[in-house]
T-cell receptor, first 112, second 112 residues
Framework: GNSVTQMEGPVTLSEEAFLTINCTYT??????LFWYVQYPGEGLQLLLK?????DKGSNKGFEATYRKETTSFHLEKGSVQVSDSAVYFC???????????FGKGTSLLVTP | DAGVIQSPRHEVTEMGQEVTLRCKPI?????LFWYRQTMMRGLELLIY????????DSGMPEDRFSAKMPNASFSTLKIQPSEPRDSAVYFC??????????FGEGSWLTVV
């Protein structure tokens, strides 16, 4: 079946540090890949997505590249801010599916 | 534009009581999802509707849970009778024709 594996959190970084959150997936065919973000007490918001191999999704300084050869979609940001503190979810929709399969989420805390 | 609207935002109820969660999807969207989020199991798909018809309810935990979508602009998720293990955040989400899935703010349920 389809599944998403994310690195365990929590991740604690100082402001302006470089962020990487690893995400790998298992799926048949060519799924679409997503990163969602959940700020404390709020719902999930789409952060970025990529729908085919080698596509790069980007938004608000975050980037992730769809790597078919390593079945990965790692999230990166060059300089994090305190306001980036949230839980980040990697997810996929298979090419024959309709619903998001989520990873467990990675909690990020950015300190001043 | 209004996003996905859920109510209530927070509910505390006693074990054995009936709980009804409500959702108004984004206007024009034809797919609707109910997800449950817990610390132990993460985000789980409960049920998926397409054009108001339940397509996949394999994630509904047991007969105590039921969901309806009487029209394109309204859905309910009902738990009867509720149990403490049902305490979770319940998210409604919608999309149009397999495009980006948008989430509501969630209904935070506590059963005591």
């Amino acid at each position: 079946g389809n599944s998403v594996t994310q690195m365990e959190g929590p991740v604690t970084l100082s402001e302006e540090a470089f962020l990487t959150i690893n995400c790998t997936y298992t799926a048949t065919g060519y799924p679409s890949l997503f990163w969602y973000v959940q700020y404390p007490g709020e719902g999930l918001q789409l952060l970025l997505k990529a729908t085919k191999a080698d596509d790069k999704g980007s938004n608000k300084g975050f980037e992730a590249t769809y790597r078919k050869e390593t079945t990965s979609f790692h999230l990166e940001k060059g300089s994090v801010q305190v306001s980036d503190s949230a839980v980040y979810f990697c997810a996929l929709i298979s090419n024959s599916g309709y619903a998001l399969n989520f990873g467990k989420g990675t909690s990020l805390l950015v300190t001043p | 534009d209004a996003g996905v609207i859920q109510s209530p935002r927070h509910e505390v109820t006693e074990m054995g009581q009936e709980v009804t969660l409500r959702c108004k999807p984004i206007s024009g969207h034809n797919s609707l999802f109910w997800y449950r989020q817990t610390m132990m199991r993460g985000l789980e798909l409960l049920i998926y509707f397409n054009n108001n018809v339940p397509i996949d309810d394999s994630g509904m935990p047991e007969d105590r849970f039921s969901a309806k979508m009487p029209n394109a602009s309204f859905s309910t998720l009902k738990i009867q009778p509720s149990e403490p293990r049902d305490s979770a955040v319940y998210f409604c989400a919608s999309s149009f024709e397999g495009n980006t899935i948008y989430f509501g703010e969630g209904s935070w349920l506590t059963v005591v």
